[in-house]
């Protein structure tokens, strides 16, 4: 690719007596104890969103040889063979920024830049803070035939939340759920202890509760309920309707990212950045998941 490939090619990454309870003045040991509980649950509330079961990144020494094959037909640039090894250890559920890098990097060899960015932006959901992954992915989106800008106000919340694109879904969320315990720990030593430091612990807490915990929830909603597409066709007509038949709009080309709204009668209503919308072909769009 050039100057913009400063890692050393794919291959190198290659898969880790009684107590006495004593309260304040006006609390009794029944009321501190009911207290106590309600603070409980909801400390252990939020954690019930980690124990959902995530998808096994891991892979046995079987894949991780395809895997290796993989990256040696790379080197020798069979990339329609590489591209078949690493596909084949996707649809058989191996989960891995390393993997999805890779199938970028081999896409774009092929010269076929939607696949690159579909793969570069999966990737960034698993290495957010990888510095050779986000020059490609900007190095690639920079050859995008289509260059529409994001709206101001878009741009600026990016800005604004900038810790959203170098953490991952999971890291955020545990990082909201650990400041959600913290305020409620400090809320509750300053009922019982009534200083002027748990004040000011409490307050900062509470601020940077209203900072995370909102970005939280829209990076899960962003990568877990907001439906994103890439797409990998050349080029896609954009019709007014669901149908060959309807008026065609205008054509985008491959690398495009937009927000997919509905889908009928084998069609993806989309919405660009620009706000622009329209139906494109299922077959010329592949959706993030």
């Known amino acids: 690719m050039g100057k913009e490939y400063r890692r050393q090619e794919p291959g190198a990454r290659r898969c880790g007596g009684k107590r006495i309870i004593r309260g304040p003045s006006g609390w009794n040991r029944k009321e501190q104890f009911f207290l106590s509980l309600v603070f409980f649950f909801l400390l252990l509330a ?13 892979a046995p020494s079987t894949l ?9 037909a790379y080197f020798n640039r069979d990339f329609d063979k590489a591209i078949k090894l690493y596909s084949d250890l996707e649809k058989r559920g191996v989960i891995s920024g390393d993997l999805f890098y890779n199938l970028a990097n081999t896409y774009y060899r092929q010269g076929k830049v939607g696949w690159a ?30 260059q529409i800008e994001e709206p101001l106000l878009s741009r600026l919340s990016q800005s604004t939340f900038f810790w959203m694109d170098l953490m991952t879904n999971k890291e955020l969320l545990i990082v909201a759920v650990v400041f959600y315990w913290l305020f409620f720990i400090v809320l509750t030593l300053r009922i019982t202890r009534k200083r ?20 939280a929830v829209g990076k899960f909603y ?5 439906k994103t597409g ?14 060959q038949g309807a008026i065609k709009l ?8 937009a927000t997919v709204i509905e889908r009928a009668n084998g ?3 989309i919405r660009l950045a620009d706000g622009k919308r329209g139906w494109v072909s299922e077959n010329d769009l592949k959706e993030i998941s």
Do not use: C
Request: charged share 20%; hydrophobic share 45%; net charge neutral.
């Open 222 to 226: 962003s990568e877990r309920l907001k």
């Open 196 to 215: 002027f430091v748990l004040t000011l612990m409490l307050i900062v807490l509470g601020g940077l509760n209203l900072l995370i915990l909102p970005t």
């Open 250 to 257: 205008f054509d985008l080309h491959e690398g495009t990212v």
């Open 117 to 146: 960015v579909y793969y570069y932006l999966k990737a960034l959901r698993y290495h957010p803070r990888d510095r050779d992954l986000a020059a490609n992915h900007r190095y690639v989106t920079s050859k995008r035939v289509d």
């Open 230 to 243: 890439v797409i990998v066709a050349p080029v896609s007509a954009v019709y007014s309707e669901p149908a």
């Open 46 to 58: 939020p954690g019930f969103w980690l124990l959902t079961p995530s998808p096994v990144s891991g």
């Open 267 to 269: 069609f993806a209503k």
């Open 64 to 72: 991780q040889d395809q895997f290796n094959q993989a990256n040696d």
